[in-house]
């Protein structure tokens, strides 16, 4: 087949290809994972269309599709296998990608997301928290995040202060919450209010 005009910078064939596996159009295992490799490549490293915004959120919006499919082990499993070490922006990218594509309740995902949260990059801790927020209703996670919000960084307690929101209302983390707000970054401040809205009628709160 002869591809679409300007393929190599817009990438329409391909996105629409992963349209295809979205809707679950039968396409043979190991081309579905090429194509997968493909954009998670893409998208970790930038490079070809990937170097577009537009284009990246395409692919995103593609994985988020993905959810649920039979492709979504294929997916999880391509990015556990990518290697984040070296470079705290690749982490970071990596890390967008699974909160971006919703895949955060993968068990292997996760497990590489806790790991990340002891990176020795503090942006990179951050990220990882704020990934965090869709599974903080999970006792090891929870956890987990209150630990970060001791981290030095007021970054990462920032983050991590907003994603216990979840749960504010477990009585551990609603007196860590209260505790952040005489933190003296004021995002951590902020975040740690916003999240103490959901108990702000406990005399302790008011």
Not at 46 to 55: I, K, L, N, R, T
Not at 119 to 126: I, S, Y
Not at 184 to 189: I, L, S
């Amino acid at each position: 087949l002869t591809p679409a005009p300007y393929e190599d910078l817009l990438g329409r064939d391909f996105t629409f290809a992963l349209r295809c596996l979205a809707d679950e159009v039968p396409v043979a295992p190991p081309l579905a994972r090429k194509l997968l490799e493909r954009a998670v490549v893409e998208l970790l490293n930038h490079f070809g269309p990937a170097q577009y915004v537009s284009y990246r959120s395409t692919l995103t919006g593609a994985f988020v599709k993905l959810v649920d499919t039979i492709h979504q082990i294929t997916l999880s499993e391509i990015l556990c296998a990518q290697p984040l070490t070296g470079s705290s922006e690749h982490a970071r990218r990596w890390l967008g990608i699974v909160r971006d594509a919703e895949l955060t309740k993968q068990p292997e995902l996760l497990a590489r997301l806790i790991e990340l949260i002891r990176d020795p990059e503090g942006d990179v801790r951050a990220n990882a928290a704020g990934a965090l927020v869709r599974v903080a209703e999970w006792p090891e996670v929870a956890a987990r995040l209150v630990e970060l919000t001791r981290d030095p960084e007021g970054g990462v307690r920032a983050n991590a202060a907003g994603a216990l929101e979840r749960v504010a209302e477990w009585p551990e983390v609603a007196a860590r919450l209260v505790e952040l707000i005489r933190d003296p970054e004021g995002d951590v401040r902020a975040n740690a209010a916003g999240a103490l809205v959901r108990v702000a009628e406990w005399p302790e709160v008011a």
